[in-house]
């Protein structure tokens, strides 16, 4: 159960091979800029196709090079939110959110938008652009926008990096209220170690297209696999032989 | 008496000549008008399929496809209008089973004139709108993709919209070179008076007998239309960067 990942791509250069598991949990992948964390998300979400590999949540396969399964990200139902947002400039904040919940039928339909309008501390903004409304404020849309649907796994690119640090903390908050509300496994990119330790159930620690370390936040603190890792958490203490 | 009946008839030709004249101006204007637009209906369907493929997918042989639709950007208008010639005059790859088939040619009718600007005027189009769709943040289409919209409603709801003002410059533009085509209609339609002169080639006409007056005002009336076409075309395409 939970979520299954294996991928390997090679591209412009850059190899990655990377293979992991977690619960219904929040994951954090965790590392320098460059080292695959991103694109392991966008192959998660179908956004991109690895050259060979799995993505299984649960007993659905998404994505299998061996047995040439690979389903569309407009039918994974994953809940995706980008490192800029990606709130589309031309609707509204009620556009916006309503765009995230297509299948759902009429009535349903708007009385969730309502919903989770009220619950994210939008009301009021509806009719506004993204243009018009405020850093923290967008970040709540686009979380709105991408759990309307109630997705069954929530994938988050880096979401807070572009906050001030008081916001950050609140943000922090917002995002654990989500995975209660929600109960669904949430995978987050972050570089930020504080944010790293402060909401991760597991922590995988990338470095150059594989993973370097997995484990609890405690775990990798304690005993770091190597000299990246122990960089990664400012554990510059810890010497390792060559 | 006979001064009179002098003065009457000179009126009376005088009065002909203009009526005449304005007659001929007015159906120029007015045909250039109707092929532009028919040209620029068609050049926008099929200039907004083509750049979306050039700008959206990647297959062999796409810059070959790109080069090919620019080309009459900068053929001489005369070696566009042999080519179309060559497919669609009554002995052309095209035109001779149409006119085995239906008894009809293209050649030398008005639709022939809007065929040129057609050909013409496509490529402006396709260049335009496939620079504002290219424009489109990838991240906007990913997260339309994740919030379960598929290629065609992702298209619709986001790709489109947000290229909307290049496309809308393209349309602009594309209207403004259709309307001063010249070479490749005088191929395809000819210069047969009251058939197929468009303004253009009215005022080559004009200008080689000599009508100065007439040309003056057909080429202001030209100018000014093309300016406040490219003054448009400028106001879209400065927003879109």
């Known amino acids: ?29 965790f590392g320098f800029s460059g080292a695959g964390k991103t694109m392991t998300l966008q192959m998660i979400a ?21 047995k040439g399964i690979d389903v569309p990200p407009y039918q994974r139902s994953f809940g995706y939110v980008f490192q800029d947002l990606a709130l589309f400039p031309h609707m509204t904040v009620m556009k916006n959110i309503l765009y995230g919940a297509k299948n759902i039928p009429e009535p349903e339909r708007r009385a969730r938008a309502e919903g989770i309008i009220k619950a994210f501390g939008l009301d009021g903004l509806e009719d506004r652009l993204p243009s018009e409304i405020s850093g923290g404020q967008k970040q709540r849309v686009a979380f ?9 796994m929530l994938l988050l690119d880096e979401p807070f990096s572009a906050l001030d640090f008081p916001l950050r903390r609140e943000m922090g908050q917002f995002l654990k209220r989500i995975r209660r509300d929600f109960n669904i496994p949430v995978v987050l990119i972050t570089h930020d170690l504080g944010e790293a330790t402060i909401l991760a159930d597991t922590m995988i620690v990338y470095t150059h297209g594989s993973i370097a370390q997995a484990g609890s936040p405690e775990e990798i603190f304690r005993n770091p696999s190597c000299e990246e890792v122990a960089l990664l958490i400012d554990r510059t203490d810890i010497r390792f032989g060559n | 008496m006979l001064w009179d009946r002098g003065f009457c008839a000179t009126c009376l030709i005088a009065g002909t000549i203009w009526h005449v004249m304005e007659n001929s101006i007015l159906f120029s204007m007015r045909l250039s008008l109707q092929v532009a637009a028919v040209a620029t ?59 085995d088939l239906t008894g009809l040619t293209i050649m030398f009718t008005w639709y022939a004139a809007a065929l040129a600007s057609f050909v013409v005027a496509l490529p402006l189009m396709i260049k335009t709108t496939r620079a504002a769709i290219e424009s489109v943040d990838r991240n906007l289409i990913n997260a339309s993709y ?37 070479g490749a209609t005088l191929m395809l339609a000819g210069n047969i008076p009251g058939k197929t002169d468009t303004m253009p080639l009215a005022i080559y006409s004009i200008a080689s007998s000599g009508e100065w007056s007439q040309a003056h005002s057909m080429a202001l009336i030209l100018t000014v239309m093309s300016g406040v076409f490219l003054y448009l075309a400028s106001r879209f395409t400065k927003r879109i960067v």
Do not use: Q
């Open chain 1, 1 to 29: 159960m939970g979520l299954e990942v294996s991928l390997k791509k090679k591209v412009n250069g850059f190899s990655l091979d990377v293979a992991w598991k977690t619960e219904n949990e929040l994951a954090v992948l």
């Open chain 1, 144 to 152: 709105a926008r991408a759990l309307i649907k109630h997705p069954d």
């Open chain 1, 46 to 66: 179908g956004l991109m196709k690895p050259d060979e590999g799995i993505v299984r949540l649960d007993e659905k396969v998404f994505f299998s090079g061996k």
């Open chain 2, 146 to 182: 994740t919030l379960g919209h598929n290629e065609f409603e992702t298209t619709m709801s986001v790709i489109l919209p947000l290229a909307k003002r290049g496309i809308i410059a393209g349309t602009v533009l594309s209207f403004a070179r259709a309307m001063g085509e010249f």
């Open chain 2, 41 to 99: 209906i068609f050049v926008v369907i099929a200039g907004i399929c083509v750049a979306y493929v050039l700008a959206r997918s990647d297959f062999r042989g796409k810059e070959l496809v790109d080069i090919l639709f620019t080309l009459p950007l900068v053929l001489p208008p005369t070696v566009t209008g042999y080519y179309l010639i060559v497919l669609f005059g009554r002995n052309g790859l095209i035109g001779k089973p149409f006119y």
